[in-house]
C-alpha cells in the first residue's frame, strides 16, 4: 500500500478507537492493528497523525487522542488521560494537591500545573503544548482507603481524600507556593474534611511534623477546633510524641515564639490570602 493509503487507515482507525470513548492508546496496541507496517513506517504514520494535531504523544510509545473540542489547545486535560498513563506504565498513583482540593471543591485554585504522587523510581515531568504533570515520587503510596475514586469525562482517576490532601498540602507546601498557600487551600477544602477521614490508618501514615503543623493551623487559623482535636487524640492514641520543629521547615529556628500543645517554634506569620 502507498503511505497516503496506509495515512487514511490509520486515520480510520483513530476514528474508530475514538468512537467507543477512548482517547488513548499505546504504541504495542497500534503495532497489533498494523502487524503487516514495519516499525519505521509505523512511527512515520504517527508522526504525520501528530504533525496535524490529531494524536500527542504524552510518553515514549503512548499517545493521546485530540477530539475536535480540543485541537485549538491541542491537549487534553491530565485528568483524561492520567489513569490510562499511570496503566501504560504500571504505577500505582493518586492525583494530589491543588488537584485533589479542587475535585474536592476548592474551585478557587484553578492549578497551573498538574500533580501526581506515584512510586519510585522518579518520573520525569510531562511537559506538552502547556500542560505540566509534575510526578512526586514516594517509598510508601497511602492505605487504600486514604484514597478515592472520582468520575471523569473518560473513566475514574484516583485522588486523596479531603484529609490526605490537606496532609500533602502541608508536606510539599514548597512546591504550591508555600505555607499561606496551603493554608489558604485547606480553608476553601475544609467544609469537604469528614471527621472520620482522621481516623488511625491516617495517623500512622502521615508524617508526624505534618500533623503537627495542620493541627497548629487547624486550631491556631482557622478556627477548626474539632478537627484539630480530633488529630491530637489520634496521635495520643497511637503513641505518637511531638518533637519540637519549626513551624516553616525553611524557616530559621527560633524558640522565642513557641506553641506548648503541637510543639511549634512559630518561626513566620500565616496569611490567608
Not at 29 to 44: N, V
Not at 73 to 82: D, N
Not at 154 to 168: E, F, Q, R
Not at 215 to 221: C, R
Amino acid at each position: 500500500m502507498d503511505s497516503e493509503t496506509n495515512y487514511k487507515r490509520l486515520e480510520h482507525w483513530i476514528e474508530e478507537y475514538q468512537s467507543k470513548g477512548r482517547l488513548s492508546f499505546s504504541l504495542n496496541e497500534l503495532r497489533q492493528h498494523f502487524r503487516q507496517d514495519s516499525e519505521t513506517g509505523l512511527k512515520q504514520l504517527l508522526e504525520r497523525v501528530s504533525d496535524n494535531g490529531k494524536v500527542v504523544s504524552v510518553f515514549k510509545g503512548y499517545y493521546i487522542i485530540i477530539p475536535p473540542q480540543y485541537s485549538s489547545k491541542g491537549i487534553l486535560p491530565a485528568a483524561m488521560f492520567i489513569d490510562g498513563l499511570m496503566k501504560f506504565l504500571e504505577r500505582k498513583y493518586y492525583v494530589a494537591l491543588l488537584n485533589a482540593a479542587a475535585l474536592h471543591g476548592a474551585s478557587h485554585q484553578q492549578p497551573q500545573e498538574y500533580f501526581v504522587i506515584t512510586e519510585y523510581p522518579v518520573l520525569r515531568a510531562t511537559n506538552k503544548k502547556g500542560l505540566k504533570i509534575n510526578y512526586i515520587s514516594t517509598r510508601q503510596l497511602p492505605p487504600e482507603t486514604l484514597i478515592e475514586k472520582k468520575k471523569t469525562e473518560t473513566g475514574y482517576i484516583t485522588v486523596s481524600n479531603a484529609m490526605l490532601t490537606a496532609i500533602d498540602l502541608i508536606n510539599y507546601e514548597k512546591k504550591i507556593g508555600g505555607l499561606n498557600r496551603a493554608t489558604t487551600i485547606i480553608n476553601e477544602l475544609i467544609e469537604s474534611i469528614r471527621p472520620k477521614e482522621i481516623n488511625e490508618i491516617l495517623i500512622n501514615y502521615a508524617s508526624v511534623s505534618s500533623l503537627q503543623r495542620l493541627g497548629y493551623i487547624l486550631e491556631e487559623k482557622l478556627n477548626r477546633n474539632d478537627l484539630a482535636e480530633k488529630i491530637n487524640k489520634q496521635c495520643k492514641k497511637a503513641g505518637i510524641k511531638f518533637y519540637l520543629i519549626p513551624l516553616k521547615a525553611s524557616g530559621k529556628k527560633s524558640k522565642d515564639v513557641l506553641n506548648e500543645k503541637w510543639k511549634l517554634m512559630i518561626n513566620t506569620e500565616i496569611e490567608i490570602d
